[in-house]
């Protein structure tokens, strides 16, 4: 069973989108992701590139002159001819240049790799955090419409009491004072909430639909520690430093190979016509010739070009092994710092239920004992507006929890396609296009005109702040309590 089997779909009305489908979606058609495949596909090229230095070059040329003034001396000059050449060179020794560049460019290969891997974790991490953006979003919306509702009714009935004496001026003042501030919430909530919309269309592609809640992640290790130790055997862009840096060495061997001999074989022919106009009555009116031998060029002095080059590659060296240092510093500090968010988020959680309880029965109470004279109407007020800000604390910490479980996965490297089980169509392979090109010799060839392979969005409709959801007194949990399903270890269906 794939790890990702603990995000299948539960059952849900047709109409509700499921995380899975929204990561499918943005796996399908997101621009930052199928631009980086391109990318992959052209670090691909420099393997055959850097091989064909290794293969035999075959040239002609051929030339067309009309001599219009001859030598006066130069009885036998022709008055017209037409040249042909051809040569073959084949490099049989280049110091280990052509070995070296190979070796660098297909370690550059795995490398290209490794860098999708990670473009595919932040993409999904941001997806992740789109859909829990709008679920959050969505909830708050719809807690500040009832407060409102609450709040008129409020402060109607304020109004009302004041009316027969039963409460003063300053009582209505403060019911219309938190009803005007109620309404302001909502507003910015609302605006929260088309943003985080608009959000999940750049990301996924789509305007987003009633979205189900999303199903408990898998594998989220024991302790910050066993996360870290994950993340540095697994992270993708750690992956892809460590193979730049080995890229780098095979850089310094062929900067070296510059001011080592050459050797070649080379062959060539000639063929020149006269066109009749050869002078020497008699004589053939064509010449040929061919050359077959080796040819040895030995560098002796080249400017300095060949130091300059390897101190480059040796500072371009120093820098991949700088930049892995500052990689692992990040992964690290990226996977303790979701790892706190997570625990922390999780803590709050559990005393934002509480708060949530403790604060409806509060309210409860309040109105209770007002309605006999011993509560004032700001003390209700005062027990609204707490129960919301609960309410408020209780789903972004949920929130915040679910986002930050997956981007400690993501750090983990254990957050991308292979990992989610994402079933909506064949998984890219970055695989086969390298075979497809590694071995390539011929000249003519080409994959035709690029496409675009994302979705645009200009014909998406601006986003609202309409909540299909109803207004409920206690916020939906939008996260899975249940146990998550177990994923496989078996390391082949990552």
Not at 15 to 43: D, F, G, W
Not at 130 to 137: F, K
Not at 198 to 227: F, M, Q
Request: hydrophobic residues 40%.
């Amino acid at each position: 069973m794939l790890a990702g089997a603990a995000l299948v779909a539960l059952a849900m009305p047709a109409s509700a989108e499921t995380l899975r489908e929204a990561l499918v979606k943005a796996y399908a058609s997101n621009p930052t992701l199928a631009a980086q495949r391109a990318n992959v596909r052209a670090i691909d090229e420099n393997v055959p590139i850097a091989r064909a230095d290794a293969l035999p070059v075959v040239q002609l040329q051929s030339s067309y002159n009309e001599n219009v003034v001859l030598p006066v001396t130069a009885f036998t000059a022709p008055s017209r001819t037409s040249q042909t050449q051809a040569s073959l060179t084949y490099p049989i020794f280049s110091g280990g240049a052509v070995k070296n560049a190979v070796a660098a460019a297909e370690t550059r290969v795995e490398g290209g790799r490794a860098s999708l891997r990670g473009t595919e974790a932040d993409l999904f991490t941001a997806v992740v955090g789109a859909y829990m953006d709008v679920i959050r979003d969505e909830a708050i919306v719809s807690f500040n419409r009832q407060n409102v509702k609450v709040l008129d009714v409020n402060f109607q009935s304020s109004q009302d009491r004041f009316q027969v004496g039963d409460l003063t001026r300053t009582d209505v003042a403060q019911s219309d004072a938190r009803l005007a501030l109620a309404r302001s919430q909502l507003q910015s909530a609302e605006a929260r909430l088309i943003s985080s919309r608009e959000s999940y269309i750049r990301l996924v592609g789509k305007a987003p639909g009633a979205l189900e809640t999303p199903p408990p992640l898998p594998n989220l290790p024991a302790s910050v520690d066993a996360a870290v130790n994950v993340a540095l055997s697994d992270n993708p862009n750690l992956l892809a430093a460590h193979h730049n840096s080995d890229a780098t060495r095979y850089d310094i061997n062929s900067a070296r190979a510059t001011r080592l001999p050459r050797l070649d074989a080379v062959a060539g022919g000639n063929y020149t016509n006269y066109f009749g106009t050869l002078g020497n009555v008699g004589a053939p009116q064509y010449d040929r010739s061919a050359q077959i031998g080796l040819r040895l060029t030995m560098p002796l002095y080249q400017g300095g070009k060949p130091t300059a080059r390897v101190r480059q590659a040796e500072a371009r060296r120093s820098q991949a092994l700088e930049q892995i240092t500052e990689t692992e510093r990040g992964v690290i500090a990226q996977t303790r710092s979701a790892y706190a968010v997570w625990q922390s988020s999780l803590e709050v959680i559990k005393s934002a239920q509480i708060a949530v309880s403790a604060n409806r029965l509060a309210l409860e109470g309040v109105r209770a004992e007002n309605s006999v004279g011993s509560r004032t109407i700001l003390e209700i007020l005062n027990a609204e507006q707490e129960y919301l800000n609960s309410q408020l604390t209780l789903v972004t910490a949920q929130r915040d929890a679910y986002v930050a479980g997956f981007a400690l996965l993501a750090a983990m490297g254990h957050a991308e396609a292979k990992d989610l089980g994402l079933d909506g169509g064949s998984l890219y392979d970055p695989v086969a296009n390298y075979k497809r090109v590694r071995n390539t010799i011929w000249d003519w060839g080409g994959d035709g005109e690029p496409q675009t392979v994302s979705t645009s969005t200009a014909q998406t409709p601006p986003q609202t702040a309409d909540v299909t959801t109803p207004d409920a007194a206690m916020m939906p949990t939008p996260v899975d309590s249940r146990a998550p399903v177990p994923a496989s270890k078996d390391p082949k269906n990552r």
